[in-house]
């Protein structure tokens, strides 16, 4: 059975750090990301790994967390973490992991096997 699993999530103040992981099991994955989304509106694409051989990766982020938000992950682990700097209010909501067999080369929550079940991010002004 696959499972994602997310950890991490929590208060912080504006400007502050949280670092978010997700443990996957049941299977590996070719393909490991982190969406948000708020209530009432869509799954947004935060940041996704391609695993390229071994224990090397590429990612890729959305422009709104570029440069704040570092995704890395291990592959001996089958997992993924989330290191989140300089946060703002703006970045308060559900974060959740989601994984694909496959290579995923766009940022559509669509192209996604499995997801987590979600965990909340709060950033106070």
């Known amino acids: 059975q696959v499972q994602l699993v997310e950890s991490g999530g929590g208060l912080v103040q504006a400007g502050g750090s949280l670092r978010l992981s997700c443990a996957a099991s049941g299977r590996t994955f070719r393909t490991m990301g982190w969406f948000r989304q708020a209530p009432g509106k869509e799954r947004d694409f935060v940041a996704r790994?391609?695993?390229?051989?071994?224990?090397?990766?590429?990612?890729y982020y959305a422009d709104s967390v570029k440069g704040r938000f570092t995704m890395s992950g291990s592959n001996a682990k089958n997992a993924v973490y989330l290191q989140m700097n300089s946060l703002k209010p703006e970045d308060t909501t559900v974060y959740y992991c989601?994984?694909?067999?496959?290579?995923?080369?766009?940022?559509?929550?669509?192209?996604?096997?499995?997801w987590g079940q979600g965990i909340q991010v709060t950033v106070s002004s």
């Open positions: 989601a994984a694909a067999a496959s290579v995923v080369a766009g940022s559509t929550s669509a192209e996604y096997d499995y």
């Open positions: 790994i391609i695993w390229s051989g071994g224990s090397a990766y590429f990612t």
